[in-house]
């Protein structure tokens, strides 16, 4: 997509927090140890608390944990990642994850489907 066509601003955040409801949705749908009672408005909830929990926790999580990323060549990641579903899981009522493997799980998923839908709806920088 032109840089001239992409959406920015308020369009982008819009796109960018429907994209990631969508991919909770569909990590619902697609692993059996992740829930979602009600798909609206659930999703947009999960999508809004994984975004802040990944703009606020993950960073100092990540930096509390670099040794054991440096030792294991970045595969901690994973478990981070996995602890940020789970607790997303705990901030939103209607929202489930089995366990912690349902969570690796639900995390890799949920990455992969969001950079897919990102890049169908024209909010994935190409960088």
């Known amino acids: 997509m032109d840089n001239d066509k992409r959406p ?5 955040l819009l796109l960018v927090w429907i994209a990631s ?6 990590t619902a749908w697609f692993l059996p140890g992740v ?20 703009a606020f926790v993950r960073p100092l999580l990540i930096l509390l944990t670099l040794p054991a990323t440096i030792l294991t ?19 939103v009522d209607g929202f489930a994850v089995d366990g912690f493997l349902w969570a690796v799980l639900g995390s890799i998923v949920l990455s992969i489907s969001t950079g897919v839908l990102q890049r169908l709806l024209g909010v994935k920088d190409d960088d």
Not at 8 to 12: A, K, L, T, Y
Not at 21 to 26: D, G, I, K, S
Request: include cysteine; hydrophobic fraction near 65%; aromatic fraction near 8%.
């Open 8 to 12: 920015s601003g308020c369009g982008r």
């Open 73 to 91: 060549l970045g595969l901690f990641l994973l478990a981070v990642n996995g602890l940020m579903l789970m607790l997303a899981d705990k901030m």
């Open 21 to 26: 409801a969508l991919a909770v949705a569909f």
């Open 35 to 54: 829930h979602v009672e009600a798909l609206f408005p659930t999703t947009l909830w999960v999508a809004l608390a994984i975004g802040l929990v990944n």
